[in-house]
Structure formats: structure tokens, C-alpha cells
DNA sequence: GACCAGGCACATC
DNA sequence: GATGTGCATGGT
């Protein structure tokens, strides 16, 4: 069997609508939640994002100037707040070496480049890196994270240990390679993977891609 | 109290 | 290359 991925695209759209993602106000603040959200619920983020936006620290230079302390405290309710700290001064260290703390500067590279880049950062894995990508320099890259192998694999599209890139690149060869496409593929995801393909409790007797996948 | 959440680096084999 | 562990908060 090949891999519907338009398809079940078209099934998703239709069950849920445009997602309207990154939930961000500036490509800056998506970087910095991208590295924030590592493996952590995304209310505890916002309420991390909260707090940097009520001390004027939600942008780069703020944040590069912050002592290191200062901001693990301020993105506590983030969870891992003393390493998610490092990652995201090690994160602005780059941003200011390579492209001068500018997002149109950085949008401007090319990006293998960029991926390359990022992931010589400490602390920005794959799916960092191609969040920041996507969702804040509007990159068509696909990204790929724990709801996305949950969702395909018990569709049995692929076996529960493949590879971030193995998955990234049958997504990629499956669709049409458009950065809003990508970005609203991701999403999509997300939302049936909290709604419906659950670790716990798993909802699969009325999830949406039942029909169109089986 | 256990389990989970939009990972990643590092040690060890 | 594969596998195990630390990092931590807040919701279910």
C-alpha cells in the first residue's frame, strides 16, 4: 500500500479546519517557543511566553543581555527551565554571530544551510530546528515529531522505530513541496493527535482518519 | 500517585 | 547504531 498523504490531508482539513499555527505574534517568539515546548505541554509554554512578554523580554536582544539565571526563572512553568535556559542562549548566540539577531537576515540563507546550522546548535535537535523552519522562517520543511510517528505508525504506514529523516522523507516525496501545505499538515497532526490518537486512551473508534486510512 | 506532554544530549555498550 | 538516563513543570 502506498502512503495516502494527501489524502489523509484532505480527511483532516476537513474534520478540523485551519489550525492557524504557530500560535506566535512574531517569528522570534516561535523560535523561542520551538525550544521551549521540547517535550513539554504547550500550556506550561505559554505560560513561560507569558512571562517573558511581561518583562519585555521577548526579543532577541532582551533575551541575549538576560543573565542566564533570570530567564531560567522567568521559564520555569516550562518545565527543564536550567537546560531549556542554555539551549536558548546557546540558541541567541548563534542568532546574533550568524545573522545579527535578524529574522530577515537569517530568512534569507539557504536551507540545507540553515539546517545544518541549526543543528550544530547544543540543545536544537531535528524537530527544533525544522519547527524554526517552517513555522518561523516559512521553510517548506515537513515537520516531524511524537504525534506524527504515533499517528502514522498505528495507521501502519511505518513500524514504531523508524528515524526522524525516514519519516520526514516519505512525508516530503509524498506531497508537494509548499511551505503552507507543510504548515498546515504539522498542525493538523498535532490536533488529531491530542484529540484522538492519544498514548492514553486512545479515541480510534471515532477518529477522523479511520475510514480514510483502513 | 502514576502517567503524560509538539526533545535533546550524553554515557555506555 | 542502538539503548538508557537526566532534565521538571503542570494537567489528567
Known sequence: MSFPAEAIFKKLYASFGPQAWWPAKTPFEVMVGAILTQNTAWANVERAIANLQDNNALSARALYLMPRKKLAS?????????????????????????????????????????????????????????????????????????????IFARHGFISKEALYQQVQDLCTESLSRSARLFNEYH???????????RK???????CPLKQACS
Not at 536558548?88 to 550568524?98: D, P, T, V, Y
Not at 492514553?200 to 471515532?206: A, D, L, N, S
Open 200 to 206: 492514553r486512551k486512545p479515541r480510534c473508534e471515532i
Open 74 to 150: 522567568l521559564i520555569r512553568p516550562a518545565g527543564y527551565y536550567n537546560i531549556k535556559a542554555k539551549r536558548l542562549k546557546n540558541f541567541l548566540k548563534f542568532f546574533f554571530r550568524e545573522y545579527s539577531g535578524s529574522v530577515r537576515k537569517m530568512a534569507g540563507a539557504d536551507i540545507a544551510k540553515l539546517r545544518r546550522q541549526l543543528l550544530s546548535v547544543n540543545g536544537i535537535g531535528e524537530e527544533t530546528a525544522d519547527s524554526i523552519l517552517l513555522y518561523a522562517l516559512n521553510k517548506p520543511v515537513f515537520v516531524v515529531d511524537a504525534y506524527t510517528k504515533r
Open 187 to 197: 498542525a493538523l497532526l498535532v490536533r488529531l493527535g491530542k484529540d484522538y490518537c
